[in-house]
């Protein structure tokens, strides 16, 4: 007899009532269905992938600028001191392993629909190599007509020349990690100009009207209270930002704040309190009129669509170049050597500097990415990404109970509450849709004789 998963034990994935639905916002787990490939068949695998046609997927390239001129206290992400020697030697290299790939079946079979410059601090090379890293990627890989072409950055050393020579290259987006405009708030976070330089300097952005520009607010700062947000809100808006995000914060255990937090010299603001701050945050967003994009995105003119970040999350096949620059396509996603050194070694060689990949073994794997994208927007089909979607209205009755959704439809719709407990829910919905799409088990089947 087959039998098939219809009913749960749902209880563990009810939410709490009365206040604060989870104990603690968790963290996205990585799919845990990928086995590494072993170190001998990285070459092989490499060169196999760079033979075949991008599948029927959007496409993405994400470059890694592993350079810093300070390390924030926060920021988990620090990997190398800025030095401009080191930046032109790595710029060279990095060119090197676009040229090498660029004329690949798989890297010319589709168009790219979104370039992403990250870090580290992309905006540390200097005007001349972020120029020629812009001008290379146009010139040899098969962008789209209306490709977004994103540059992560910083205030500092982010003068004119290197703005000009972005948007001179072909540069349509800046996103500055602002975090906070507050001065006293971002000397404690290592920030090194104050709130009135930081708004001058995107005041300045704005002026030129030559690209998307967005900025990143950070909310669950220490020392950060609703009065203190609520100004970081209003500056954000009256400074005529394109788009802004709104992160809470999260905390890395290794990085000066955490190891501050963890011996108690700095307080945290707690999950309900960070909670208070993103509604506070959605309600602003809201009565100024501008579109919620994804869970911390916001747009409020027609030029920003923060593409990368929504593709990504849609299981967009992405190029990856760079050291520590993580990429995927069909099924395969890698790691690109995070010591420099060695980078620089292997793409010296002719090789491509992988610290390891990875290999999908889950078949239709891709229902995880369609779960993340809708849970991002805050709009869940179920009854598309499971046949059983009716086993599981008990919870969803008792999630809309905690002000989680907006009604018990098996299409999912999140309240600003849910939007910020989303990798919760996105989480429990990851095992519970894998365990009602379990093939079918034999039961009572008899046993075999020989």
Known sequence: MLTTPKTLDLTPYFAQLGGQPFQ???????FRGAMPVAKEQLKS????????PAPPRKRLVYLHIPFCATHCTFCGFYQNRYSADHCTHYTDALLREIEREADSVLHQSAPIHAVYF???????LSATDLARIITTLRERLPLAPDCEITIEGRILNFDDERIDACLDAGANRFSIGIQSFNSKIRKKMARTASGPEAIAFME?????????????????LPGQDSALWDSDLRIARDIGLDGVDLYALNLFPNTPLGKAAANGRVIIPSPAERRDLYLQGCEFMAQEGWRCISNSHWARTPRERNLYNLLIKQGADCLAFGS??????????????????????????GEKPLMM??????????????????VETARVPLEELTPHASALTPLLNQWHQAGLTKDTSTCLRLTDEGRFWASNI??????LIQTLNMPPIAADKPARSY
Do not use: K
């Open 357 to 374: 990949m990875m290999r999908t073994m889950e078949q239709g794997f891709q229902w995880r990415n369609t779960l993340q994208a809708c």
């Open 204 to 220: 300045g952005l704005v002026r030129r009207d030559r690209a998307a520009i967005v900025c990143d607010l950070l909310f669950g």
């Open 324 to 349: 520590g620059a993580g990429g995927s396509v069909n099924g395969y996603s890698w790691l690109g050597e995070r010591n420099l050194d060695a980078w620089n070694s292997a793409v010296a060689a």
């Open 45 to 52: 695998s490499w060169q196999q992938l760079l033979s075949q």
């Open 24 to 30: 603690d916002r968790h963290a996205t787990m990585p």
């Open 426 to 431: 996105l989480q429990s919905l990851q095992e």
């Open 118 to 124: 990250g870090g580290g601090t992309p905006s540390a």
